[in-house]
């Protein structure tokens, strides 16, 4: 099993409706992180969560929210998708300090 | 915040080193320097860090300049496999570690 599990790997939904992006780690991280990729471009990041009791802003958090339900799990919501969030979403962990962060598969949104 | 600037783009033939530069001149004293790649359009793996010192692992090594304002990712023999995008980020610790990735280099091996 992936140490860092994303759901659902691709989905397709209509513009308006509310979307949730989950992921899961099994690394025992206390660190989790949002990002957001477009095509040909790098990462940015939408929201990340250094523990269970705190949420922090990234560079694009505009139309997205968060909840860190448990110290494994954190999920990244589209209240109202739109068209130009159609893009690919990582997840990713890390423990605090100098080290490196571990990244889930991802997950490819595609708003129509 | 420190910013990093790489070609972006190279190309290495199979079986020779690839070097991978990167520009951070502005790259404070507590920052170190990350590198990643992403395979197609799969989660970015980590390959290795540095602060000052040249670091070496199973992957790669890491040379960093003397006034830390540059490095150089190198992987000693390039495969078809290391076609990937490198980033190389600086990790902004005061700034709650947050890992801000550029645009990257995009390695192409050819055979």
Known sequence: ?112 | DAKTTQPPSMDCAEGRAANLPCNHSTISGNEYVYWYRQIHSQGPQYIIHGLKNNETNEMASLIITEDRKSSTLILPHATLRDTAVYYCIVFIYNQGGKLIFGQGTELSVKP
């Open chain 1, 1 to 112: 099993d992936a140490d860092v599990t994303q759901t659902p790997r691709n989905r397709i939904t209509k513009t308006g409706k509310r979307i949730m992006l989950e992921c899961s780690q099994t690394k025992g991280h206390d660190r989790m992180y949002w990002y957001r990729q477009d095509p040909g471009l790098g990462l940015r990041l939408i929201y990340y969560s250094f523990d269970v009791k705190d949420i922090n802003k990234g560079e694009i958090s505009d139309g997205y929210s968060v909840s860190r339900q448990a110290q494994a799990k954190f999920s990244l919501s589209l209240e109202s998708a739109i068209p130009n969030q159609t893009a690919l979403y990582f997840c990713a962990t890390s423990r605090q300090g100098y080290t490196e962060a571990f990244f889930g598969q991802g997950t490819r949104l595609t708003v129509v």
